[in-house]
């Protein structure tokens, strides 16, 4: 089953910033939008990007995100402690399946 | 406000067959698509598949052989059945409502998930 692939982990001290990455195909992320989902432990994910780079009104600016080719990335500016939590990109792939990301956990240091 | 509510065992004999349910209120049931989504216990979230309102589905190409999911638009319900169960089906299903969008002029899939039920811990064990 094709996936995507994230790091398991990403960390930095409160206020700097941090990158995710999301690494897929032409036939997932190179053609489709991508989404980004945040899941603290013990709750269900929430939509956190969708549109490749749009936010949901509830979610802060300090959250962004762009695609190029076969990658996407998220990042997290400003990092707080209440961030921690696991990250998930998300697309559709042209062999009809839904795929996620590998999840990648941010650590506030 | 829309809310989904996943309702089912919460244990499943081995070889047997789950099936949840996930109840959808406060909003429009039509014109969206409803997936399953799955997360083993400390793993990450596999997507099963999804239904139409009008009751086309598509499934995970990995699970295609063991799932169904069937929709009741009398009562904004829709519903999974996994045959077959076995101790690495032990997860967490959440059912979830997906915005669906097919750009044509880019060619592209625009899909994300915009709403989560709160999830229902299934374990397979005798």
């Known amino acids: 089953q094709s996936i995507l692939t994230q790091p398991p982990s990403v960390s930095a001290a409160p206020g700097q910033r941090v990158t995710i990455s999301c690494s897929g195909t032409s036939s997932n992320i190179g053609q489709h939008y991508v989404s980004w989902y945040v899941q603290i432990p013990g709750t269900a994910p929430k939509l956190l990007i969708y549109?490749?780079?749009k936010r949901p009104s509830e979610i802060p600016e300090r959250f962004s995100a762009s695609k190029s080719g076969t990658s996407a990335t998220l990042a997290i500016t400003g990092l707080q402690t209440g961030d921690e939590a696991d990250y998930y990109c998300a697309a559709w792939d042209s062999r009809l399946n839904g795929l996620f990301g590998t999840g990648t956990k941010v650590i506030v240091l | 406000q829309v809310r989904l509510e996943e309702s089912g065992p919460g244990l499943v004999r081995p070889s047997e067959t789950l099936s949840l349910t996930c109840s959808v209120s406060g909003g429009s049931f039509t014109n969206y698509y409803w997936s399953w989504i799955r997360q083993p216990p400390g793993k990450g979230l596999e997507w099963i598949g999804y239904v139409y309102h009008d009751g086309g589905a598509i499934y995970n190409p990995s699970l295609k052989s063991r799932v169904t999911i069937s929709v009741d638009t009398s009562r904004n319900q829709f519903s999974l059945n996994l045959r077959s169960m076995t101790a690495a089906d032990t997860a967490i299903f959440y059912c979830v409502r997906v915005f669906h969008e097919f750009d044509a002029p880019a060619g592209a899939t625009n899909w994300y998930y915009d709403l989560w039920g709160r999830g229902t811990l299934v374990s397979v064990s005798s």
């Open positions: 549109d490749n780079n």
